[in-house]
Structure formats: structure tokens, C-alpha cells
């Protein structure tokens, strides 16, 4: 029997149904403190019990530094006063992605969280520059600009100008976060308890979680169960046996090697992801250091190959390189009985476009709005393990764009991404893109039109027609207007300060 095979326990059912009010969290890394931190809030002024389990010698994933913008909702949904956030992770502001030689070696483009330009007589912008048959999408955003100055700029407070459409998220030590959630969440009440579990107990008769036995002879009783255990899902799948997919074969790179570099004397306000051999180069600026990473495929590149490849640039790094294998993919379903995913345990697609950390938060937020308060019922679990999948399924597909879209036949490696087949969903928003420059949204969406309207872009994919009615104003006036607007993009973008004295300004980490 497996150290986490379960055992049944044969006594009475001890689950009680009403009230669910005793969680306990498996896991103290990003995702066990952000459930931690959240529950906590959720259940404040009322009694409840939340404990977590960690283990410092099991330890975390130790990666994921790049974020959405949506991490500034989930801190404000806590309170967490965002300077004092940066200050103690030691985070610095991201405006977006810069992906460099995807389309072919030499060619970059940026990836903001922004709109480009704005909507005329309710037709998208870039139909306007179709129907000009100009290239330059990326002068009608002001994050880019912002970004390519190495500037920054909190967006301006006046929604319906080209100066306010845009978001930010941030870099910081994922370690430092959870640290941070980690006293926010005891503060709360949260209990914490060091030790490794070295045993799951299910009910004989349902099948629910009842206990946890810890190594050191502990048990750990609760109702509801958070499976925050990392890759290995020690409830969701070592116990109750979930399943995983496998997307391999639409998302090829299966490893990852990282190191920490020096600090950037001019930190970027933006991740760079940079195409390499067998699959693209991470480089993200903290306030104190540099993270860097080769996220590769294993069947086009040895982990040897690799991290030479990264150490090739990144030639003084701070620490040992370090690997990772993985599945992208999802869990097959997050909530079984009375356990629950989150983070790693509940799938994993690559940092790519920085999702982990966000999807730990919509897992949350589906925790919390289907809260079993008075009792578990199926159909609950079935919706959130159908919204679970769906989720997926769409970044699954954002993520797959940037490497069928590719021109490169350089490597194996992108002559197998340029020709391999694409799920059907993704296959039909291409097809709409290029005919017509159709932007489709489906639910549950993580990307914005204009995020998938940067990447076709960057990549080359430029619509066959625009919509016929951007033909109603008239040429000189459209040239006009988009003037005026590139020159008040530069403009401002111009009198910004630097990303590096902002944050010297507003945010210097606390040491
Ligand atoms: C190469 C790479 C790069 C990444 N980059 C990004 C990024 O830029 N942005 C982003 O959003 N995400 C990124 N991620 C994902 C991000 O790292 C994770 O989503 C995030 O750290 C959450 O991890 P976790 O808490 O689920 O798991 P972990 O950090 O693995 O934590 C698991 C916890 O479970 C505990 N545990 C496990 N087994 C036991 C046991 N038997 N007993 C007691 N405790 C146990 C461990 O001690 C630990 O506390 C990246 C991931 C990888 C692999």
C-alpha cells in the first residue's frame, strides 16, 4: 500500500453534512495561503475552524513570479493595501509580456494588458487600421508605449480616453506572497501546523476525507478538504483518483530549468519571453533579483541542453540551476466528495502568459460562491468541475496560438508547433480572425478580445477583409484621428517616470 493509499474507516459516518464550518488546507505554498488567507476573510465574525498542513521539508514549487492583472482584485478583496504588497514581496509592475523571435528570429511584439486605440461608431479599432492597411497597432496603446520607455504609470482616472484602458499586474517572490498571506491568514486565526501526512482516512461509506495522519502521529480531523498539495495532488488524485489530461501533444514543453540572476539596474515594467530552441526563455525583474527559466520540450531537448542554453545567457547566475517536469493539463475534475483543488493539484498549463496564480484565484472564487455551507450536493461539484474545465480549456487555446501561429521552420521543435493539428475550438476563432477580424469570446474567458487581437497581430495573422462598416468615416478624418491619438499616446507616455524611480518613489522593498 502507498504512503497515501486510503484506508477506509469502517465506524459510523462522522461527516456531518450541516454546517461546514472545520477546513482544513493541505499545503502552505502560494495556493494553501491565498485559500488560507481567503477563508479566513470569509469566515470572519463567524466560528469556524481553518487549519493548515505544511511541510518544510516536502517545501514548494519554489517558481511562478509573473501575474494578470487580476491579482490586484484578489488583493483588495482581502483588504491588503497595495504598497505595503510590494514593499514585503519585493515586486515590481508588470504592464504585459514582450514575446521576442515567435514569429521569426528578429521579430518582436508586446503583449499588453490594454485595449489598442478605441471602438468607432461601435466597430473594434484594428478594422481601422485593416481597412488602412497600417501595421502599427502597437503606437495606439499606451501600456506599450509605457513599457518600451521603461516607464510607468498607474492607469489615468478618466475611463474614456486611450490613456486609461489598460491594466497592470505584477513580478514578485511567489515565496514572499505566500509568506505575506501566511500572516495575514494567522492573524486571522488561521492554524497552522508543521508536519508531513503521512495518511489519508476515508469514510468506509461514502468516501469522504476524515482525517490526515502526520508523521508525527497527529490527526487532523475536518469537513471540507483543500488539496493545495502541489503537483503530486495528495487528495485529489493520490486519494480520491481524479485524473489528469494530458495536452502534450497541443502544448509540447513538459520541463522547465530556472535560475536567479543579478537585479536589472533598470528593472523592466514587463516579462520577456524569448523563443528559443525547443521551446522560450522566461526573464522577470524583482526588485532584488532577476528570475530566468527555459521552459523546453523534453522530446526536442535534453534537461542537459537546456541548461546550458539558459546559462549560455544568463552567464552569472545566483543560484544552482533547478528542473521541473510537468503535464499541461487539467485535473480532470477539482472537487470530488468533500475535496477540493487548487493550484498545482488542480493542473497546470505553462507560465506562458503567467496563469497559475490566477487560476489559484478563480479556483477560490468558485470555492467560495459554491461554499458547501450547509452540506455537499453533486450538483454543485458538477458545475464547478464543468467551469474548472471550460477555464482551461480557453487559455489552453490562448497558449496554443502563440506556437501554431509561428513562421519559424528553424527547429524541429517549431516546424512540429507549425504543423501540428490545434483543438477544434481554437482551429475555428483562427478561422474567424483571418476571414473577418472577428475577436469570439467564450465563457469562462481569462483573456480580453485585445489580448488575442495582440497576439494575432504580433504574430503576422492579419484579417482578409474588415468590416465593411469602418468604410463610413471618412479617410481623412480617420487619418486624422488616429494621428491625434498616436501623438497624445507618445506624449504622455514621454512625461512618465521611470519604472525604477516609481518604484524608488512609492514602493522601495522593505529589507
Ligand atoms: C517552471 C514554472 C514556472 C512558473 N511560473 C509561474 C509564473 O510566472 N506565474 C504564475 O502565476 N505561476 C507560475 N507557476 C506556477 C506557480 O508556481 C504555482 O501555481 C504556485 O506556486 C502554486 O503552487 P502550489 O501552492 O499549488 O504548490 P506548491 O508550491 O508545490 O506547494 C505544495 C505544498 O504542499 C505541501 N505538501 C505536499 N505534500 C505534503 C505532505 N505529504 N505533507 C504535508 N505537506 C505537503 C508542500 O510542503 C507545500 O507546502 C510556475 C510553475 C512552474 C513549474
Redesign the pocket.
Known amino acids: 500500500m502507498s504512503a497515501f493509499s486510503p484506508s477506509r474507516n469502517s465506524g459510523a459516518q462522522k461527516m456531518n453534512n450541516n454546517n461546514v464550518n472545520s477546513v482544513v488546507i ?7 495561503w491565498m485559500a488560507a488567507a481567503s477563508l479566513a476573510r470569509y469566515f470572519e465574525g463567524r466560528s469556524a475552524s481553518i487549519t493548515l ?3 518544510e521539508t ?4 519554489g ?5 494578470i492583472p487580476s491579482i490586484r482584485d484578489f488583493n483588495a478583496s482581502l483588504g491588503i493595501d497595495e504598497l505595503e504588497f510590494i514593499r514585503a514581496t519585493g515586486a515590481t509592475f508588470k504592464l504585459g509580456i514582450e514575446f521576442v523571435d515567435w514569429r521569426q528570429p528578429g521579430e518582436h511584439f508586446f503583449h499588453p494588458f490594454a485595449d489598442f486605440g478605441q471602438p468607432v461608431n461601435g466597430v473594434a479599432f484594428h478594422h481601422y487600421l485593416n481597412r488602412l492597411n497600417t501595421d502599427n497597432l502597437e503606437d495606439y496603446c499606451f501600456a506599450i508605449q509605457l513599457a518600451r520607455r521603461g516607464r510607468f504609470a498607474q492607469p489615468h482616472s478618466d475611463p474614456p480616453t486611450p490613456l486609461a484602458a489598460y491594466g497592470y499586474a505584477y513580478h514578485f517572490d ?1 515565496g514572499r506572497y505566500a509568506q505575506f498571506l501566511r500572516d495575514y491568514a494567522e492573524r486571522k486565526g488561521v492554524k497552522r501546523i508543521e ?3 503521512a495518511h489519508v482516512t476515508q469514510n468506509a461509506d461514502s468516501g469522504f476525507v476524515e482525517s490526515l495522519q502526520l508523521d508525527s502521529g497527529e490527526t487532523v480531523e475536518g469537513q471540507l478538504f483543500i488539496d ?5 495532488g ?1 487528495l485529489i488524485e493520490q486519494t480520491l483518483g481524479a485524473g489528469h489530461e494530458d495536452w502534450r501533444r497541443w502544448l509540447p514543453c513538459d520541463s ?1 530549468v ?1 535560475v536567479q540572476a543579478e537585479r536589472m539596474d533598470e528593472p523592466t515594467p514587463y516579462t520577456r519571453c524569448t523563443a528559443l530552441e525547443a521551446g522560450w526563455q522566461w526573464r522577470i525583474p524583482l526588485q532584488t533579483r532577476t528570475g530566468n ?1 527555459y ?1 523546453f520540450s523534453s522530446d526536442f531537448c535534453s534537461a542537459e541542453r537546456a541548461s546550458e542554453a539558459l546559462l549560455e545567457r544568463v552567464p552569472s547566475p545566483l543560484s544552482e540551476p533547478k528542473h ?1 517536469r ?1 503535464i499541461a493539463g487539467p485535473r480532470k475534475s477539482v472537487w470530488e466528495k468533500n475535496c477540493f483543488a487548487l ?3 488542480s493542473g497546470f498549463l505553462e ?1 506562458l502568459e ?5 487560476l ?1 484565484q478563480t479556483g477560490i472564487s468558485k470555492l467560495l460562491s459554491f461554499f458547501p455551507e450547509s452540506g455537499f450536493n453533486q450538483h454543485d461539484r458538477d458545475e464547478v468541475n464543468r467551469q474548472h474545465w471550460h477555464e482551461f480549456e480557453r487559455i489552453r487555446d490562448f497558449l496554443v496560438l502563440h506556437y501554431k501561429a509561428t513562421q519559424r521552420d528553424d527547429t524541429e521543435f517549431w516546424r512540429y508547433c507549425r504543423n501540428m493539428p490545434v483543438p477544434d475550438s481554437l482551429v475555428h476563432k483562427m478561422a474567424l480572425f483571418a476571414h473577418r477580424g472577428h475577436i469570439v469570446q467564450h465563457e469562462p474567458e481569462a483573456f480580453e478580445p485585445d489580448s488575442w487581437l495582440a497576439v494575432y497581430w504580433g504574430m503576422g495573422i492579419r484579417p482578409d477583409h474588415y468590416d465593411p462598416r469602418a468604410d463610413k468615416v471618412p479617410s481623412e478624418v480617420l487619418q486624422k484621428e488616429l494621428e491625434k491619438m498616436r501623438g497624445m499616446i507618445t506624449q504622455a507616455s514621454e512625461q512618465a517616470m521611470s519604472h525604477k524611480d516609481f518604484i524608488a518613489r512609492h514602493c522601495s522593498e522593505k529589507r
Do not use: M, N
Open positions: 493541505v499545503g502552505g505554498g502560494t495556493a494553501g498542513v505544511e511541510s516536502i517545501g514548494t514549487v517558481v511562478g513570479e509573473a501575474t511567489a508536519g508531513k501526512i493545495c498539495s502541489g503537483f503530486r495528495l522547465a530556472a527559466g521552459v521541473f510537468f493550484g498545482l493539484a507560465p503567467s496563469t497559475s496564480i490566477s489559484i
